[in-house]
């Protein structure tokens, strides 16, 4: 599967739309872990070379699609994800609210279309939607839409009838992470299965709904979970249309709170490797952006990543301001789409 791709030398400058053909070519093949894992162990610049090449095969370079979160529904959850903020049994200090009324939803996803965003995505803290809750949520997807902007909602575990009826609100993307790899998921949550995740996917992408889907890192993984979660998303059929790579937020009061600190350049690879196992799919650098300088995050815009959260917030943290945003923006030369 892993091929090397040629070393050009600046003595002539590159084709414009050259890439490492049997990597730019490989959508459909399977990615070993272990072909990952030779991804990662490639020295810095070869491996960000080779997502580079990828990267302007498929996708404008310097194009970047914008995506504003909001928390439909904070707090409370019943599932027991060690990183997450709002598991009802991790001593955060975070109050249970309940779901946020139509029109403050529709405040907010005014105030992203205004702002420049091209999708809203709504989460909900829940192991999976109940009834009343889903036809809300329904009404909440119908009313974005109107407003010209791609929906998007993250609400846990559906089944078939619940997927088919956000499709036919015209439901444009779900998120459901994977977030770890395999061999990894049950360190980090027990109260529902990595099984139980992968079938919401494919219940989601038999109804017709685009799927978004990517995981965490920086979890005490290491290099090989990296490779684990990206092999697994990169061999989906087809791999998510929307990956998101999330560098974990540690939450005073989570089981994951102290662990150790990723060395910034392993996140850059990680996006690179997702860049290059991709091709097709948009890469969003998602959590943990608000700590990361503008160099870090030019440095992932040059590994592949070509879509962001944009808006001041995430789900219950803050995400980096969009004045920077825009500042950083300008200074790379970055087009939002
Ligand atoms: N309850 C739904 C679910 O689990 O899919 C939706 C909300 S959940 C908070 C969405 C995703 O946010 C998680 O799958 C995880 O990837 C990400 N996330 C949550 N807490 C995080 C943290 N502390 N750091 C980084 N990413 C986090
Ligand atoms: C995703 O992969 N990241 C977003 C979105 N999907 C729902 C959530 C990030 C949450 C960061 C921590 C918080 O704000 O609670
Ligand atoms: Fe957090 Fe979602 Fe897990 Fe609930 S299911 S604890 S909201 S990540």
Same mark, same amino acid.
């Given at each position: 599967m892993m091929t090397t791709s040629p070393v050009r030398f600046a003595d002539k400058p590159a084709p414009k739309? %050259?890439?490492?053909p049997a990597v730019a070519d490989a959508t459909d093949a399977r990615w070993r872990v272990a072909d990952v894992e030779a991804l990662f162990a490639l020295p810095f610049l070869d491996l960000m070379f080779r997502a580079q090449e990828v990267h302007r095969a498929h996708f404008k370079a310097g194009e970047v699609q914008r995506s504003t979160l909001l928390s439909i529904k904070t707090g409370g959850c019943s599932?027991?994800?060690?990183?997450?903020?709002?598991?009802?049994? $991790? $001593? %955060?200090?975070l109050e249970r609210e309940r779901l946020m009324p139509l029109e403050e939803v529709l405040e907010h996803a005014r105030a992203a279309r205004a702002g420049g965003s091209s999708r809203f995505c709504m989460g909900a803290a829940w192991r999976s939607p109940k009834e009343k809750d889903l036809a809300a949520v329904i009404e909440m997807v119908r009313e974005v839409k109107k407003l010209g902007l791609e929906t998007c909602v993250t609400l846990g575990m559906l089944d078939d009838e619940q997927a088919r009826r956000l499709a036919e609100a015209g439901l444009d993307y779900y998120n459901h992470n994977v977030d770890t790899a395999p061999d990894y998921y049950r360190e980090i949550v027990t109260t529902h299965t990595l099984q139980d995740r992968l079938d919401t996917i494919e219940k989601v992408r038999d109804a017709g709904i685009n799927v978004c889907s990517g995981g965490i890192v920086g979890m005490g993984e290491g290099p090989a979970g990296r490779a684990g979660l990206i092999a697994q998303l990169a061999n989906?059929?087809?791999?998510?249309?929307s990956v998101p790579i999330n560098k974990l937020i540690p939450f005073p009061g %989570?089981?994951?709170?102290?662990g150790e600190t990723l060395d910034p350049f392993d996140f850059v690879r990680s996006i690179a490797v997702a860049r290059i196992t991709m091709p097709k799919s948009f890469v969003r650098l998602s959590a943990g952006r608000e700590q990361m300088s503008d160099e870090l995050q030019a440095l992932c815009f040059m590994a592949g990543a070509n879509s962001i959260f944009y808006g001041e917030r995430l789900l219950t943290t803050g995400n980096a301001d969009t004045s920077d945003d825009l500042r950083l923006f300008a200074r790379l030369g970055l087009i939002s789409i």
């Open positions: 739309t %050259t890439a490492a599932e027991d994800c060690g990183y997450c903020s709002q598991a009802a049994r $991790h $001593h %955060t200090g989906m059929t087809p791999p998510p249309e %989570t089981p994951l709170a102290e």
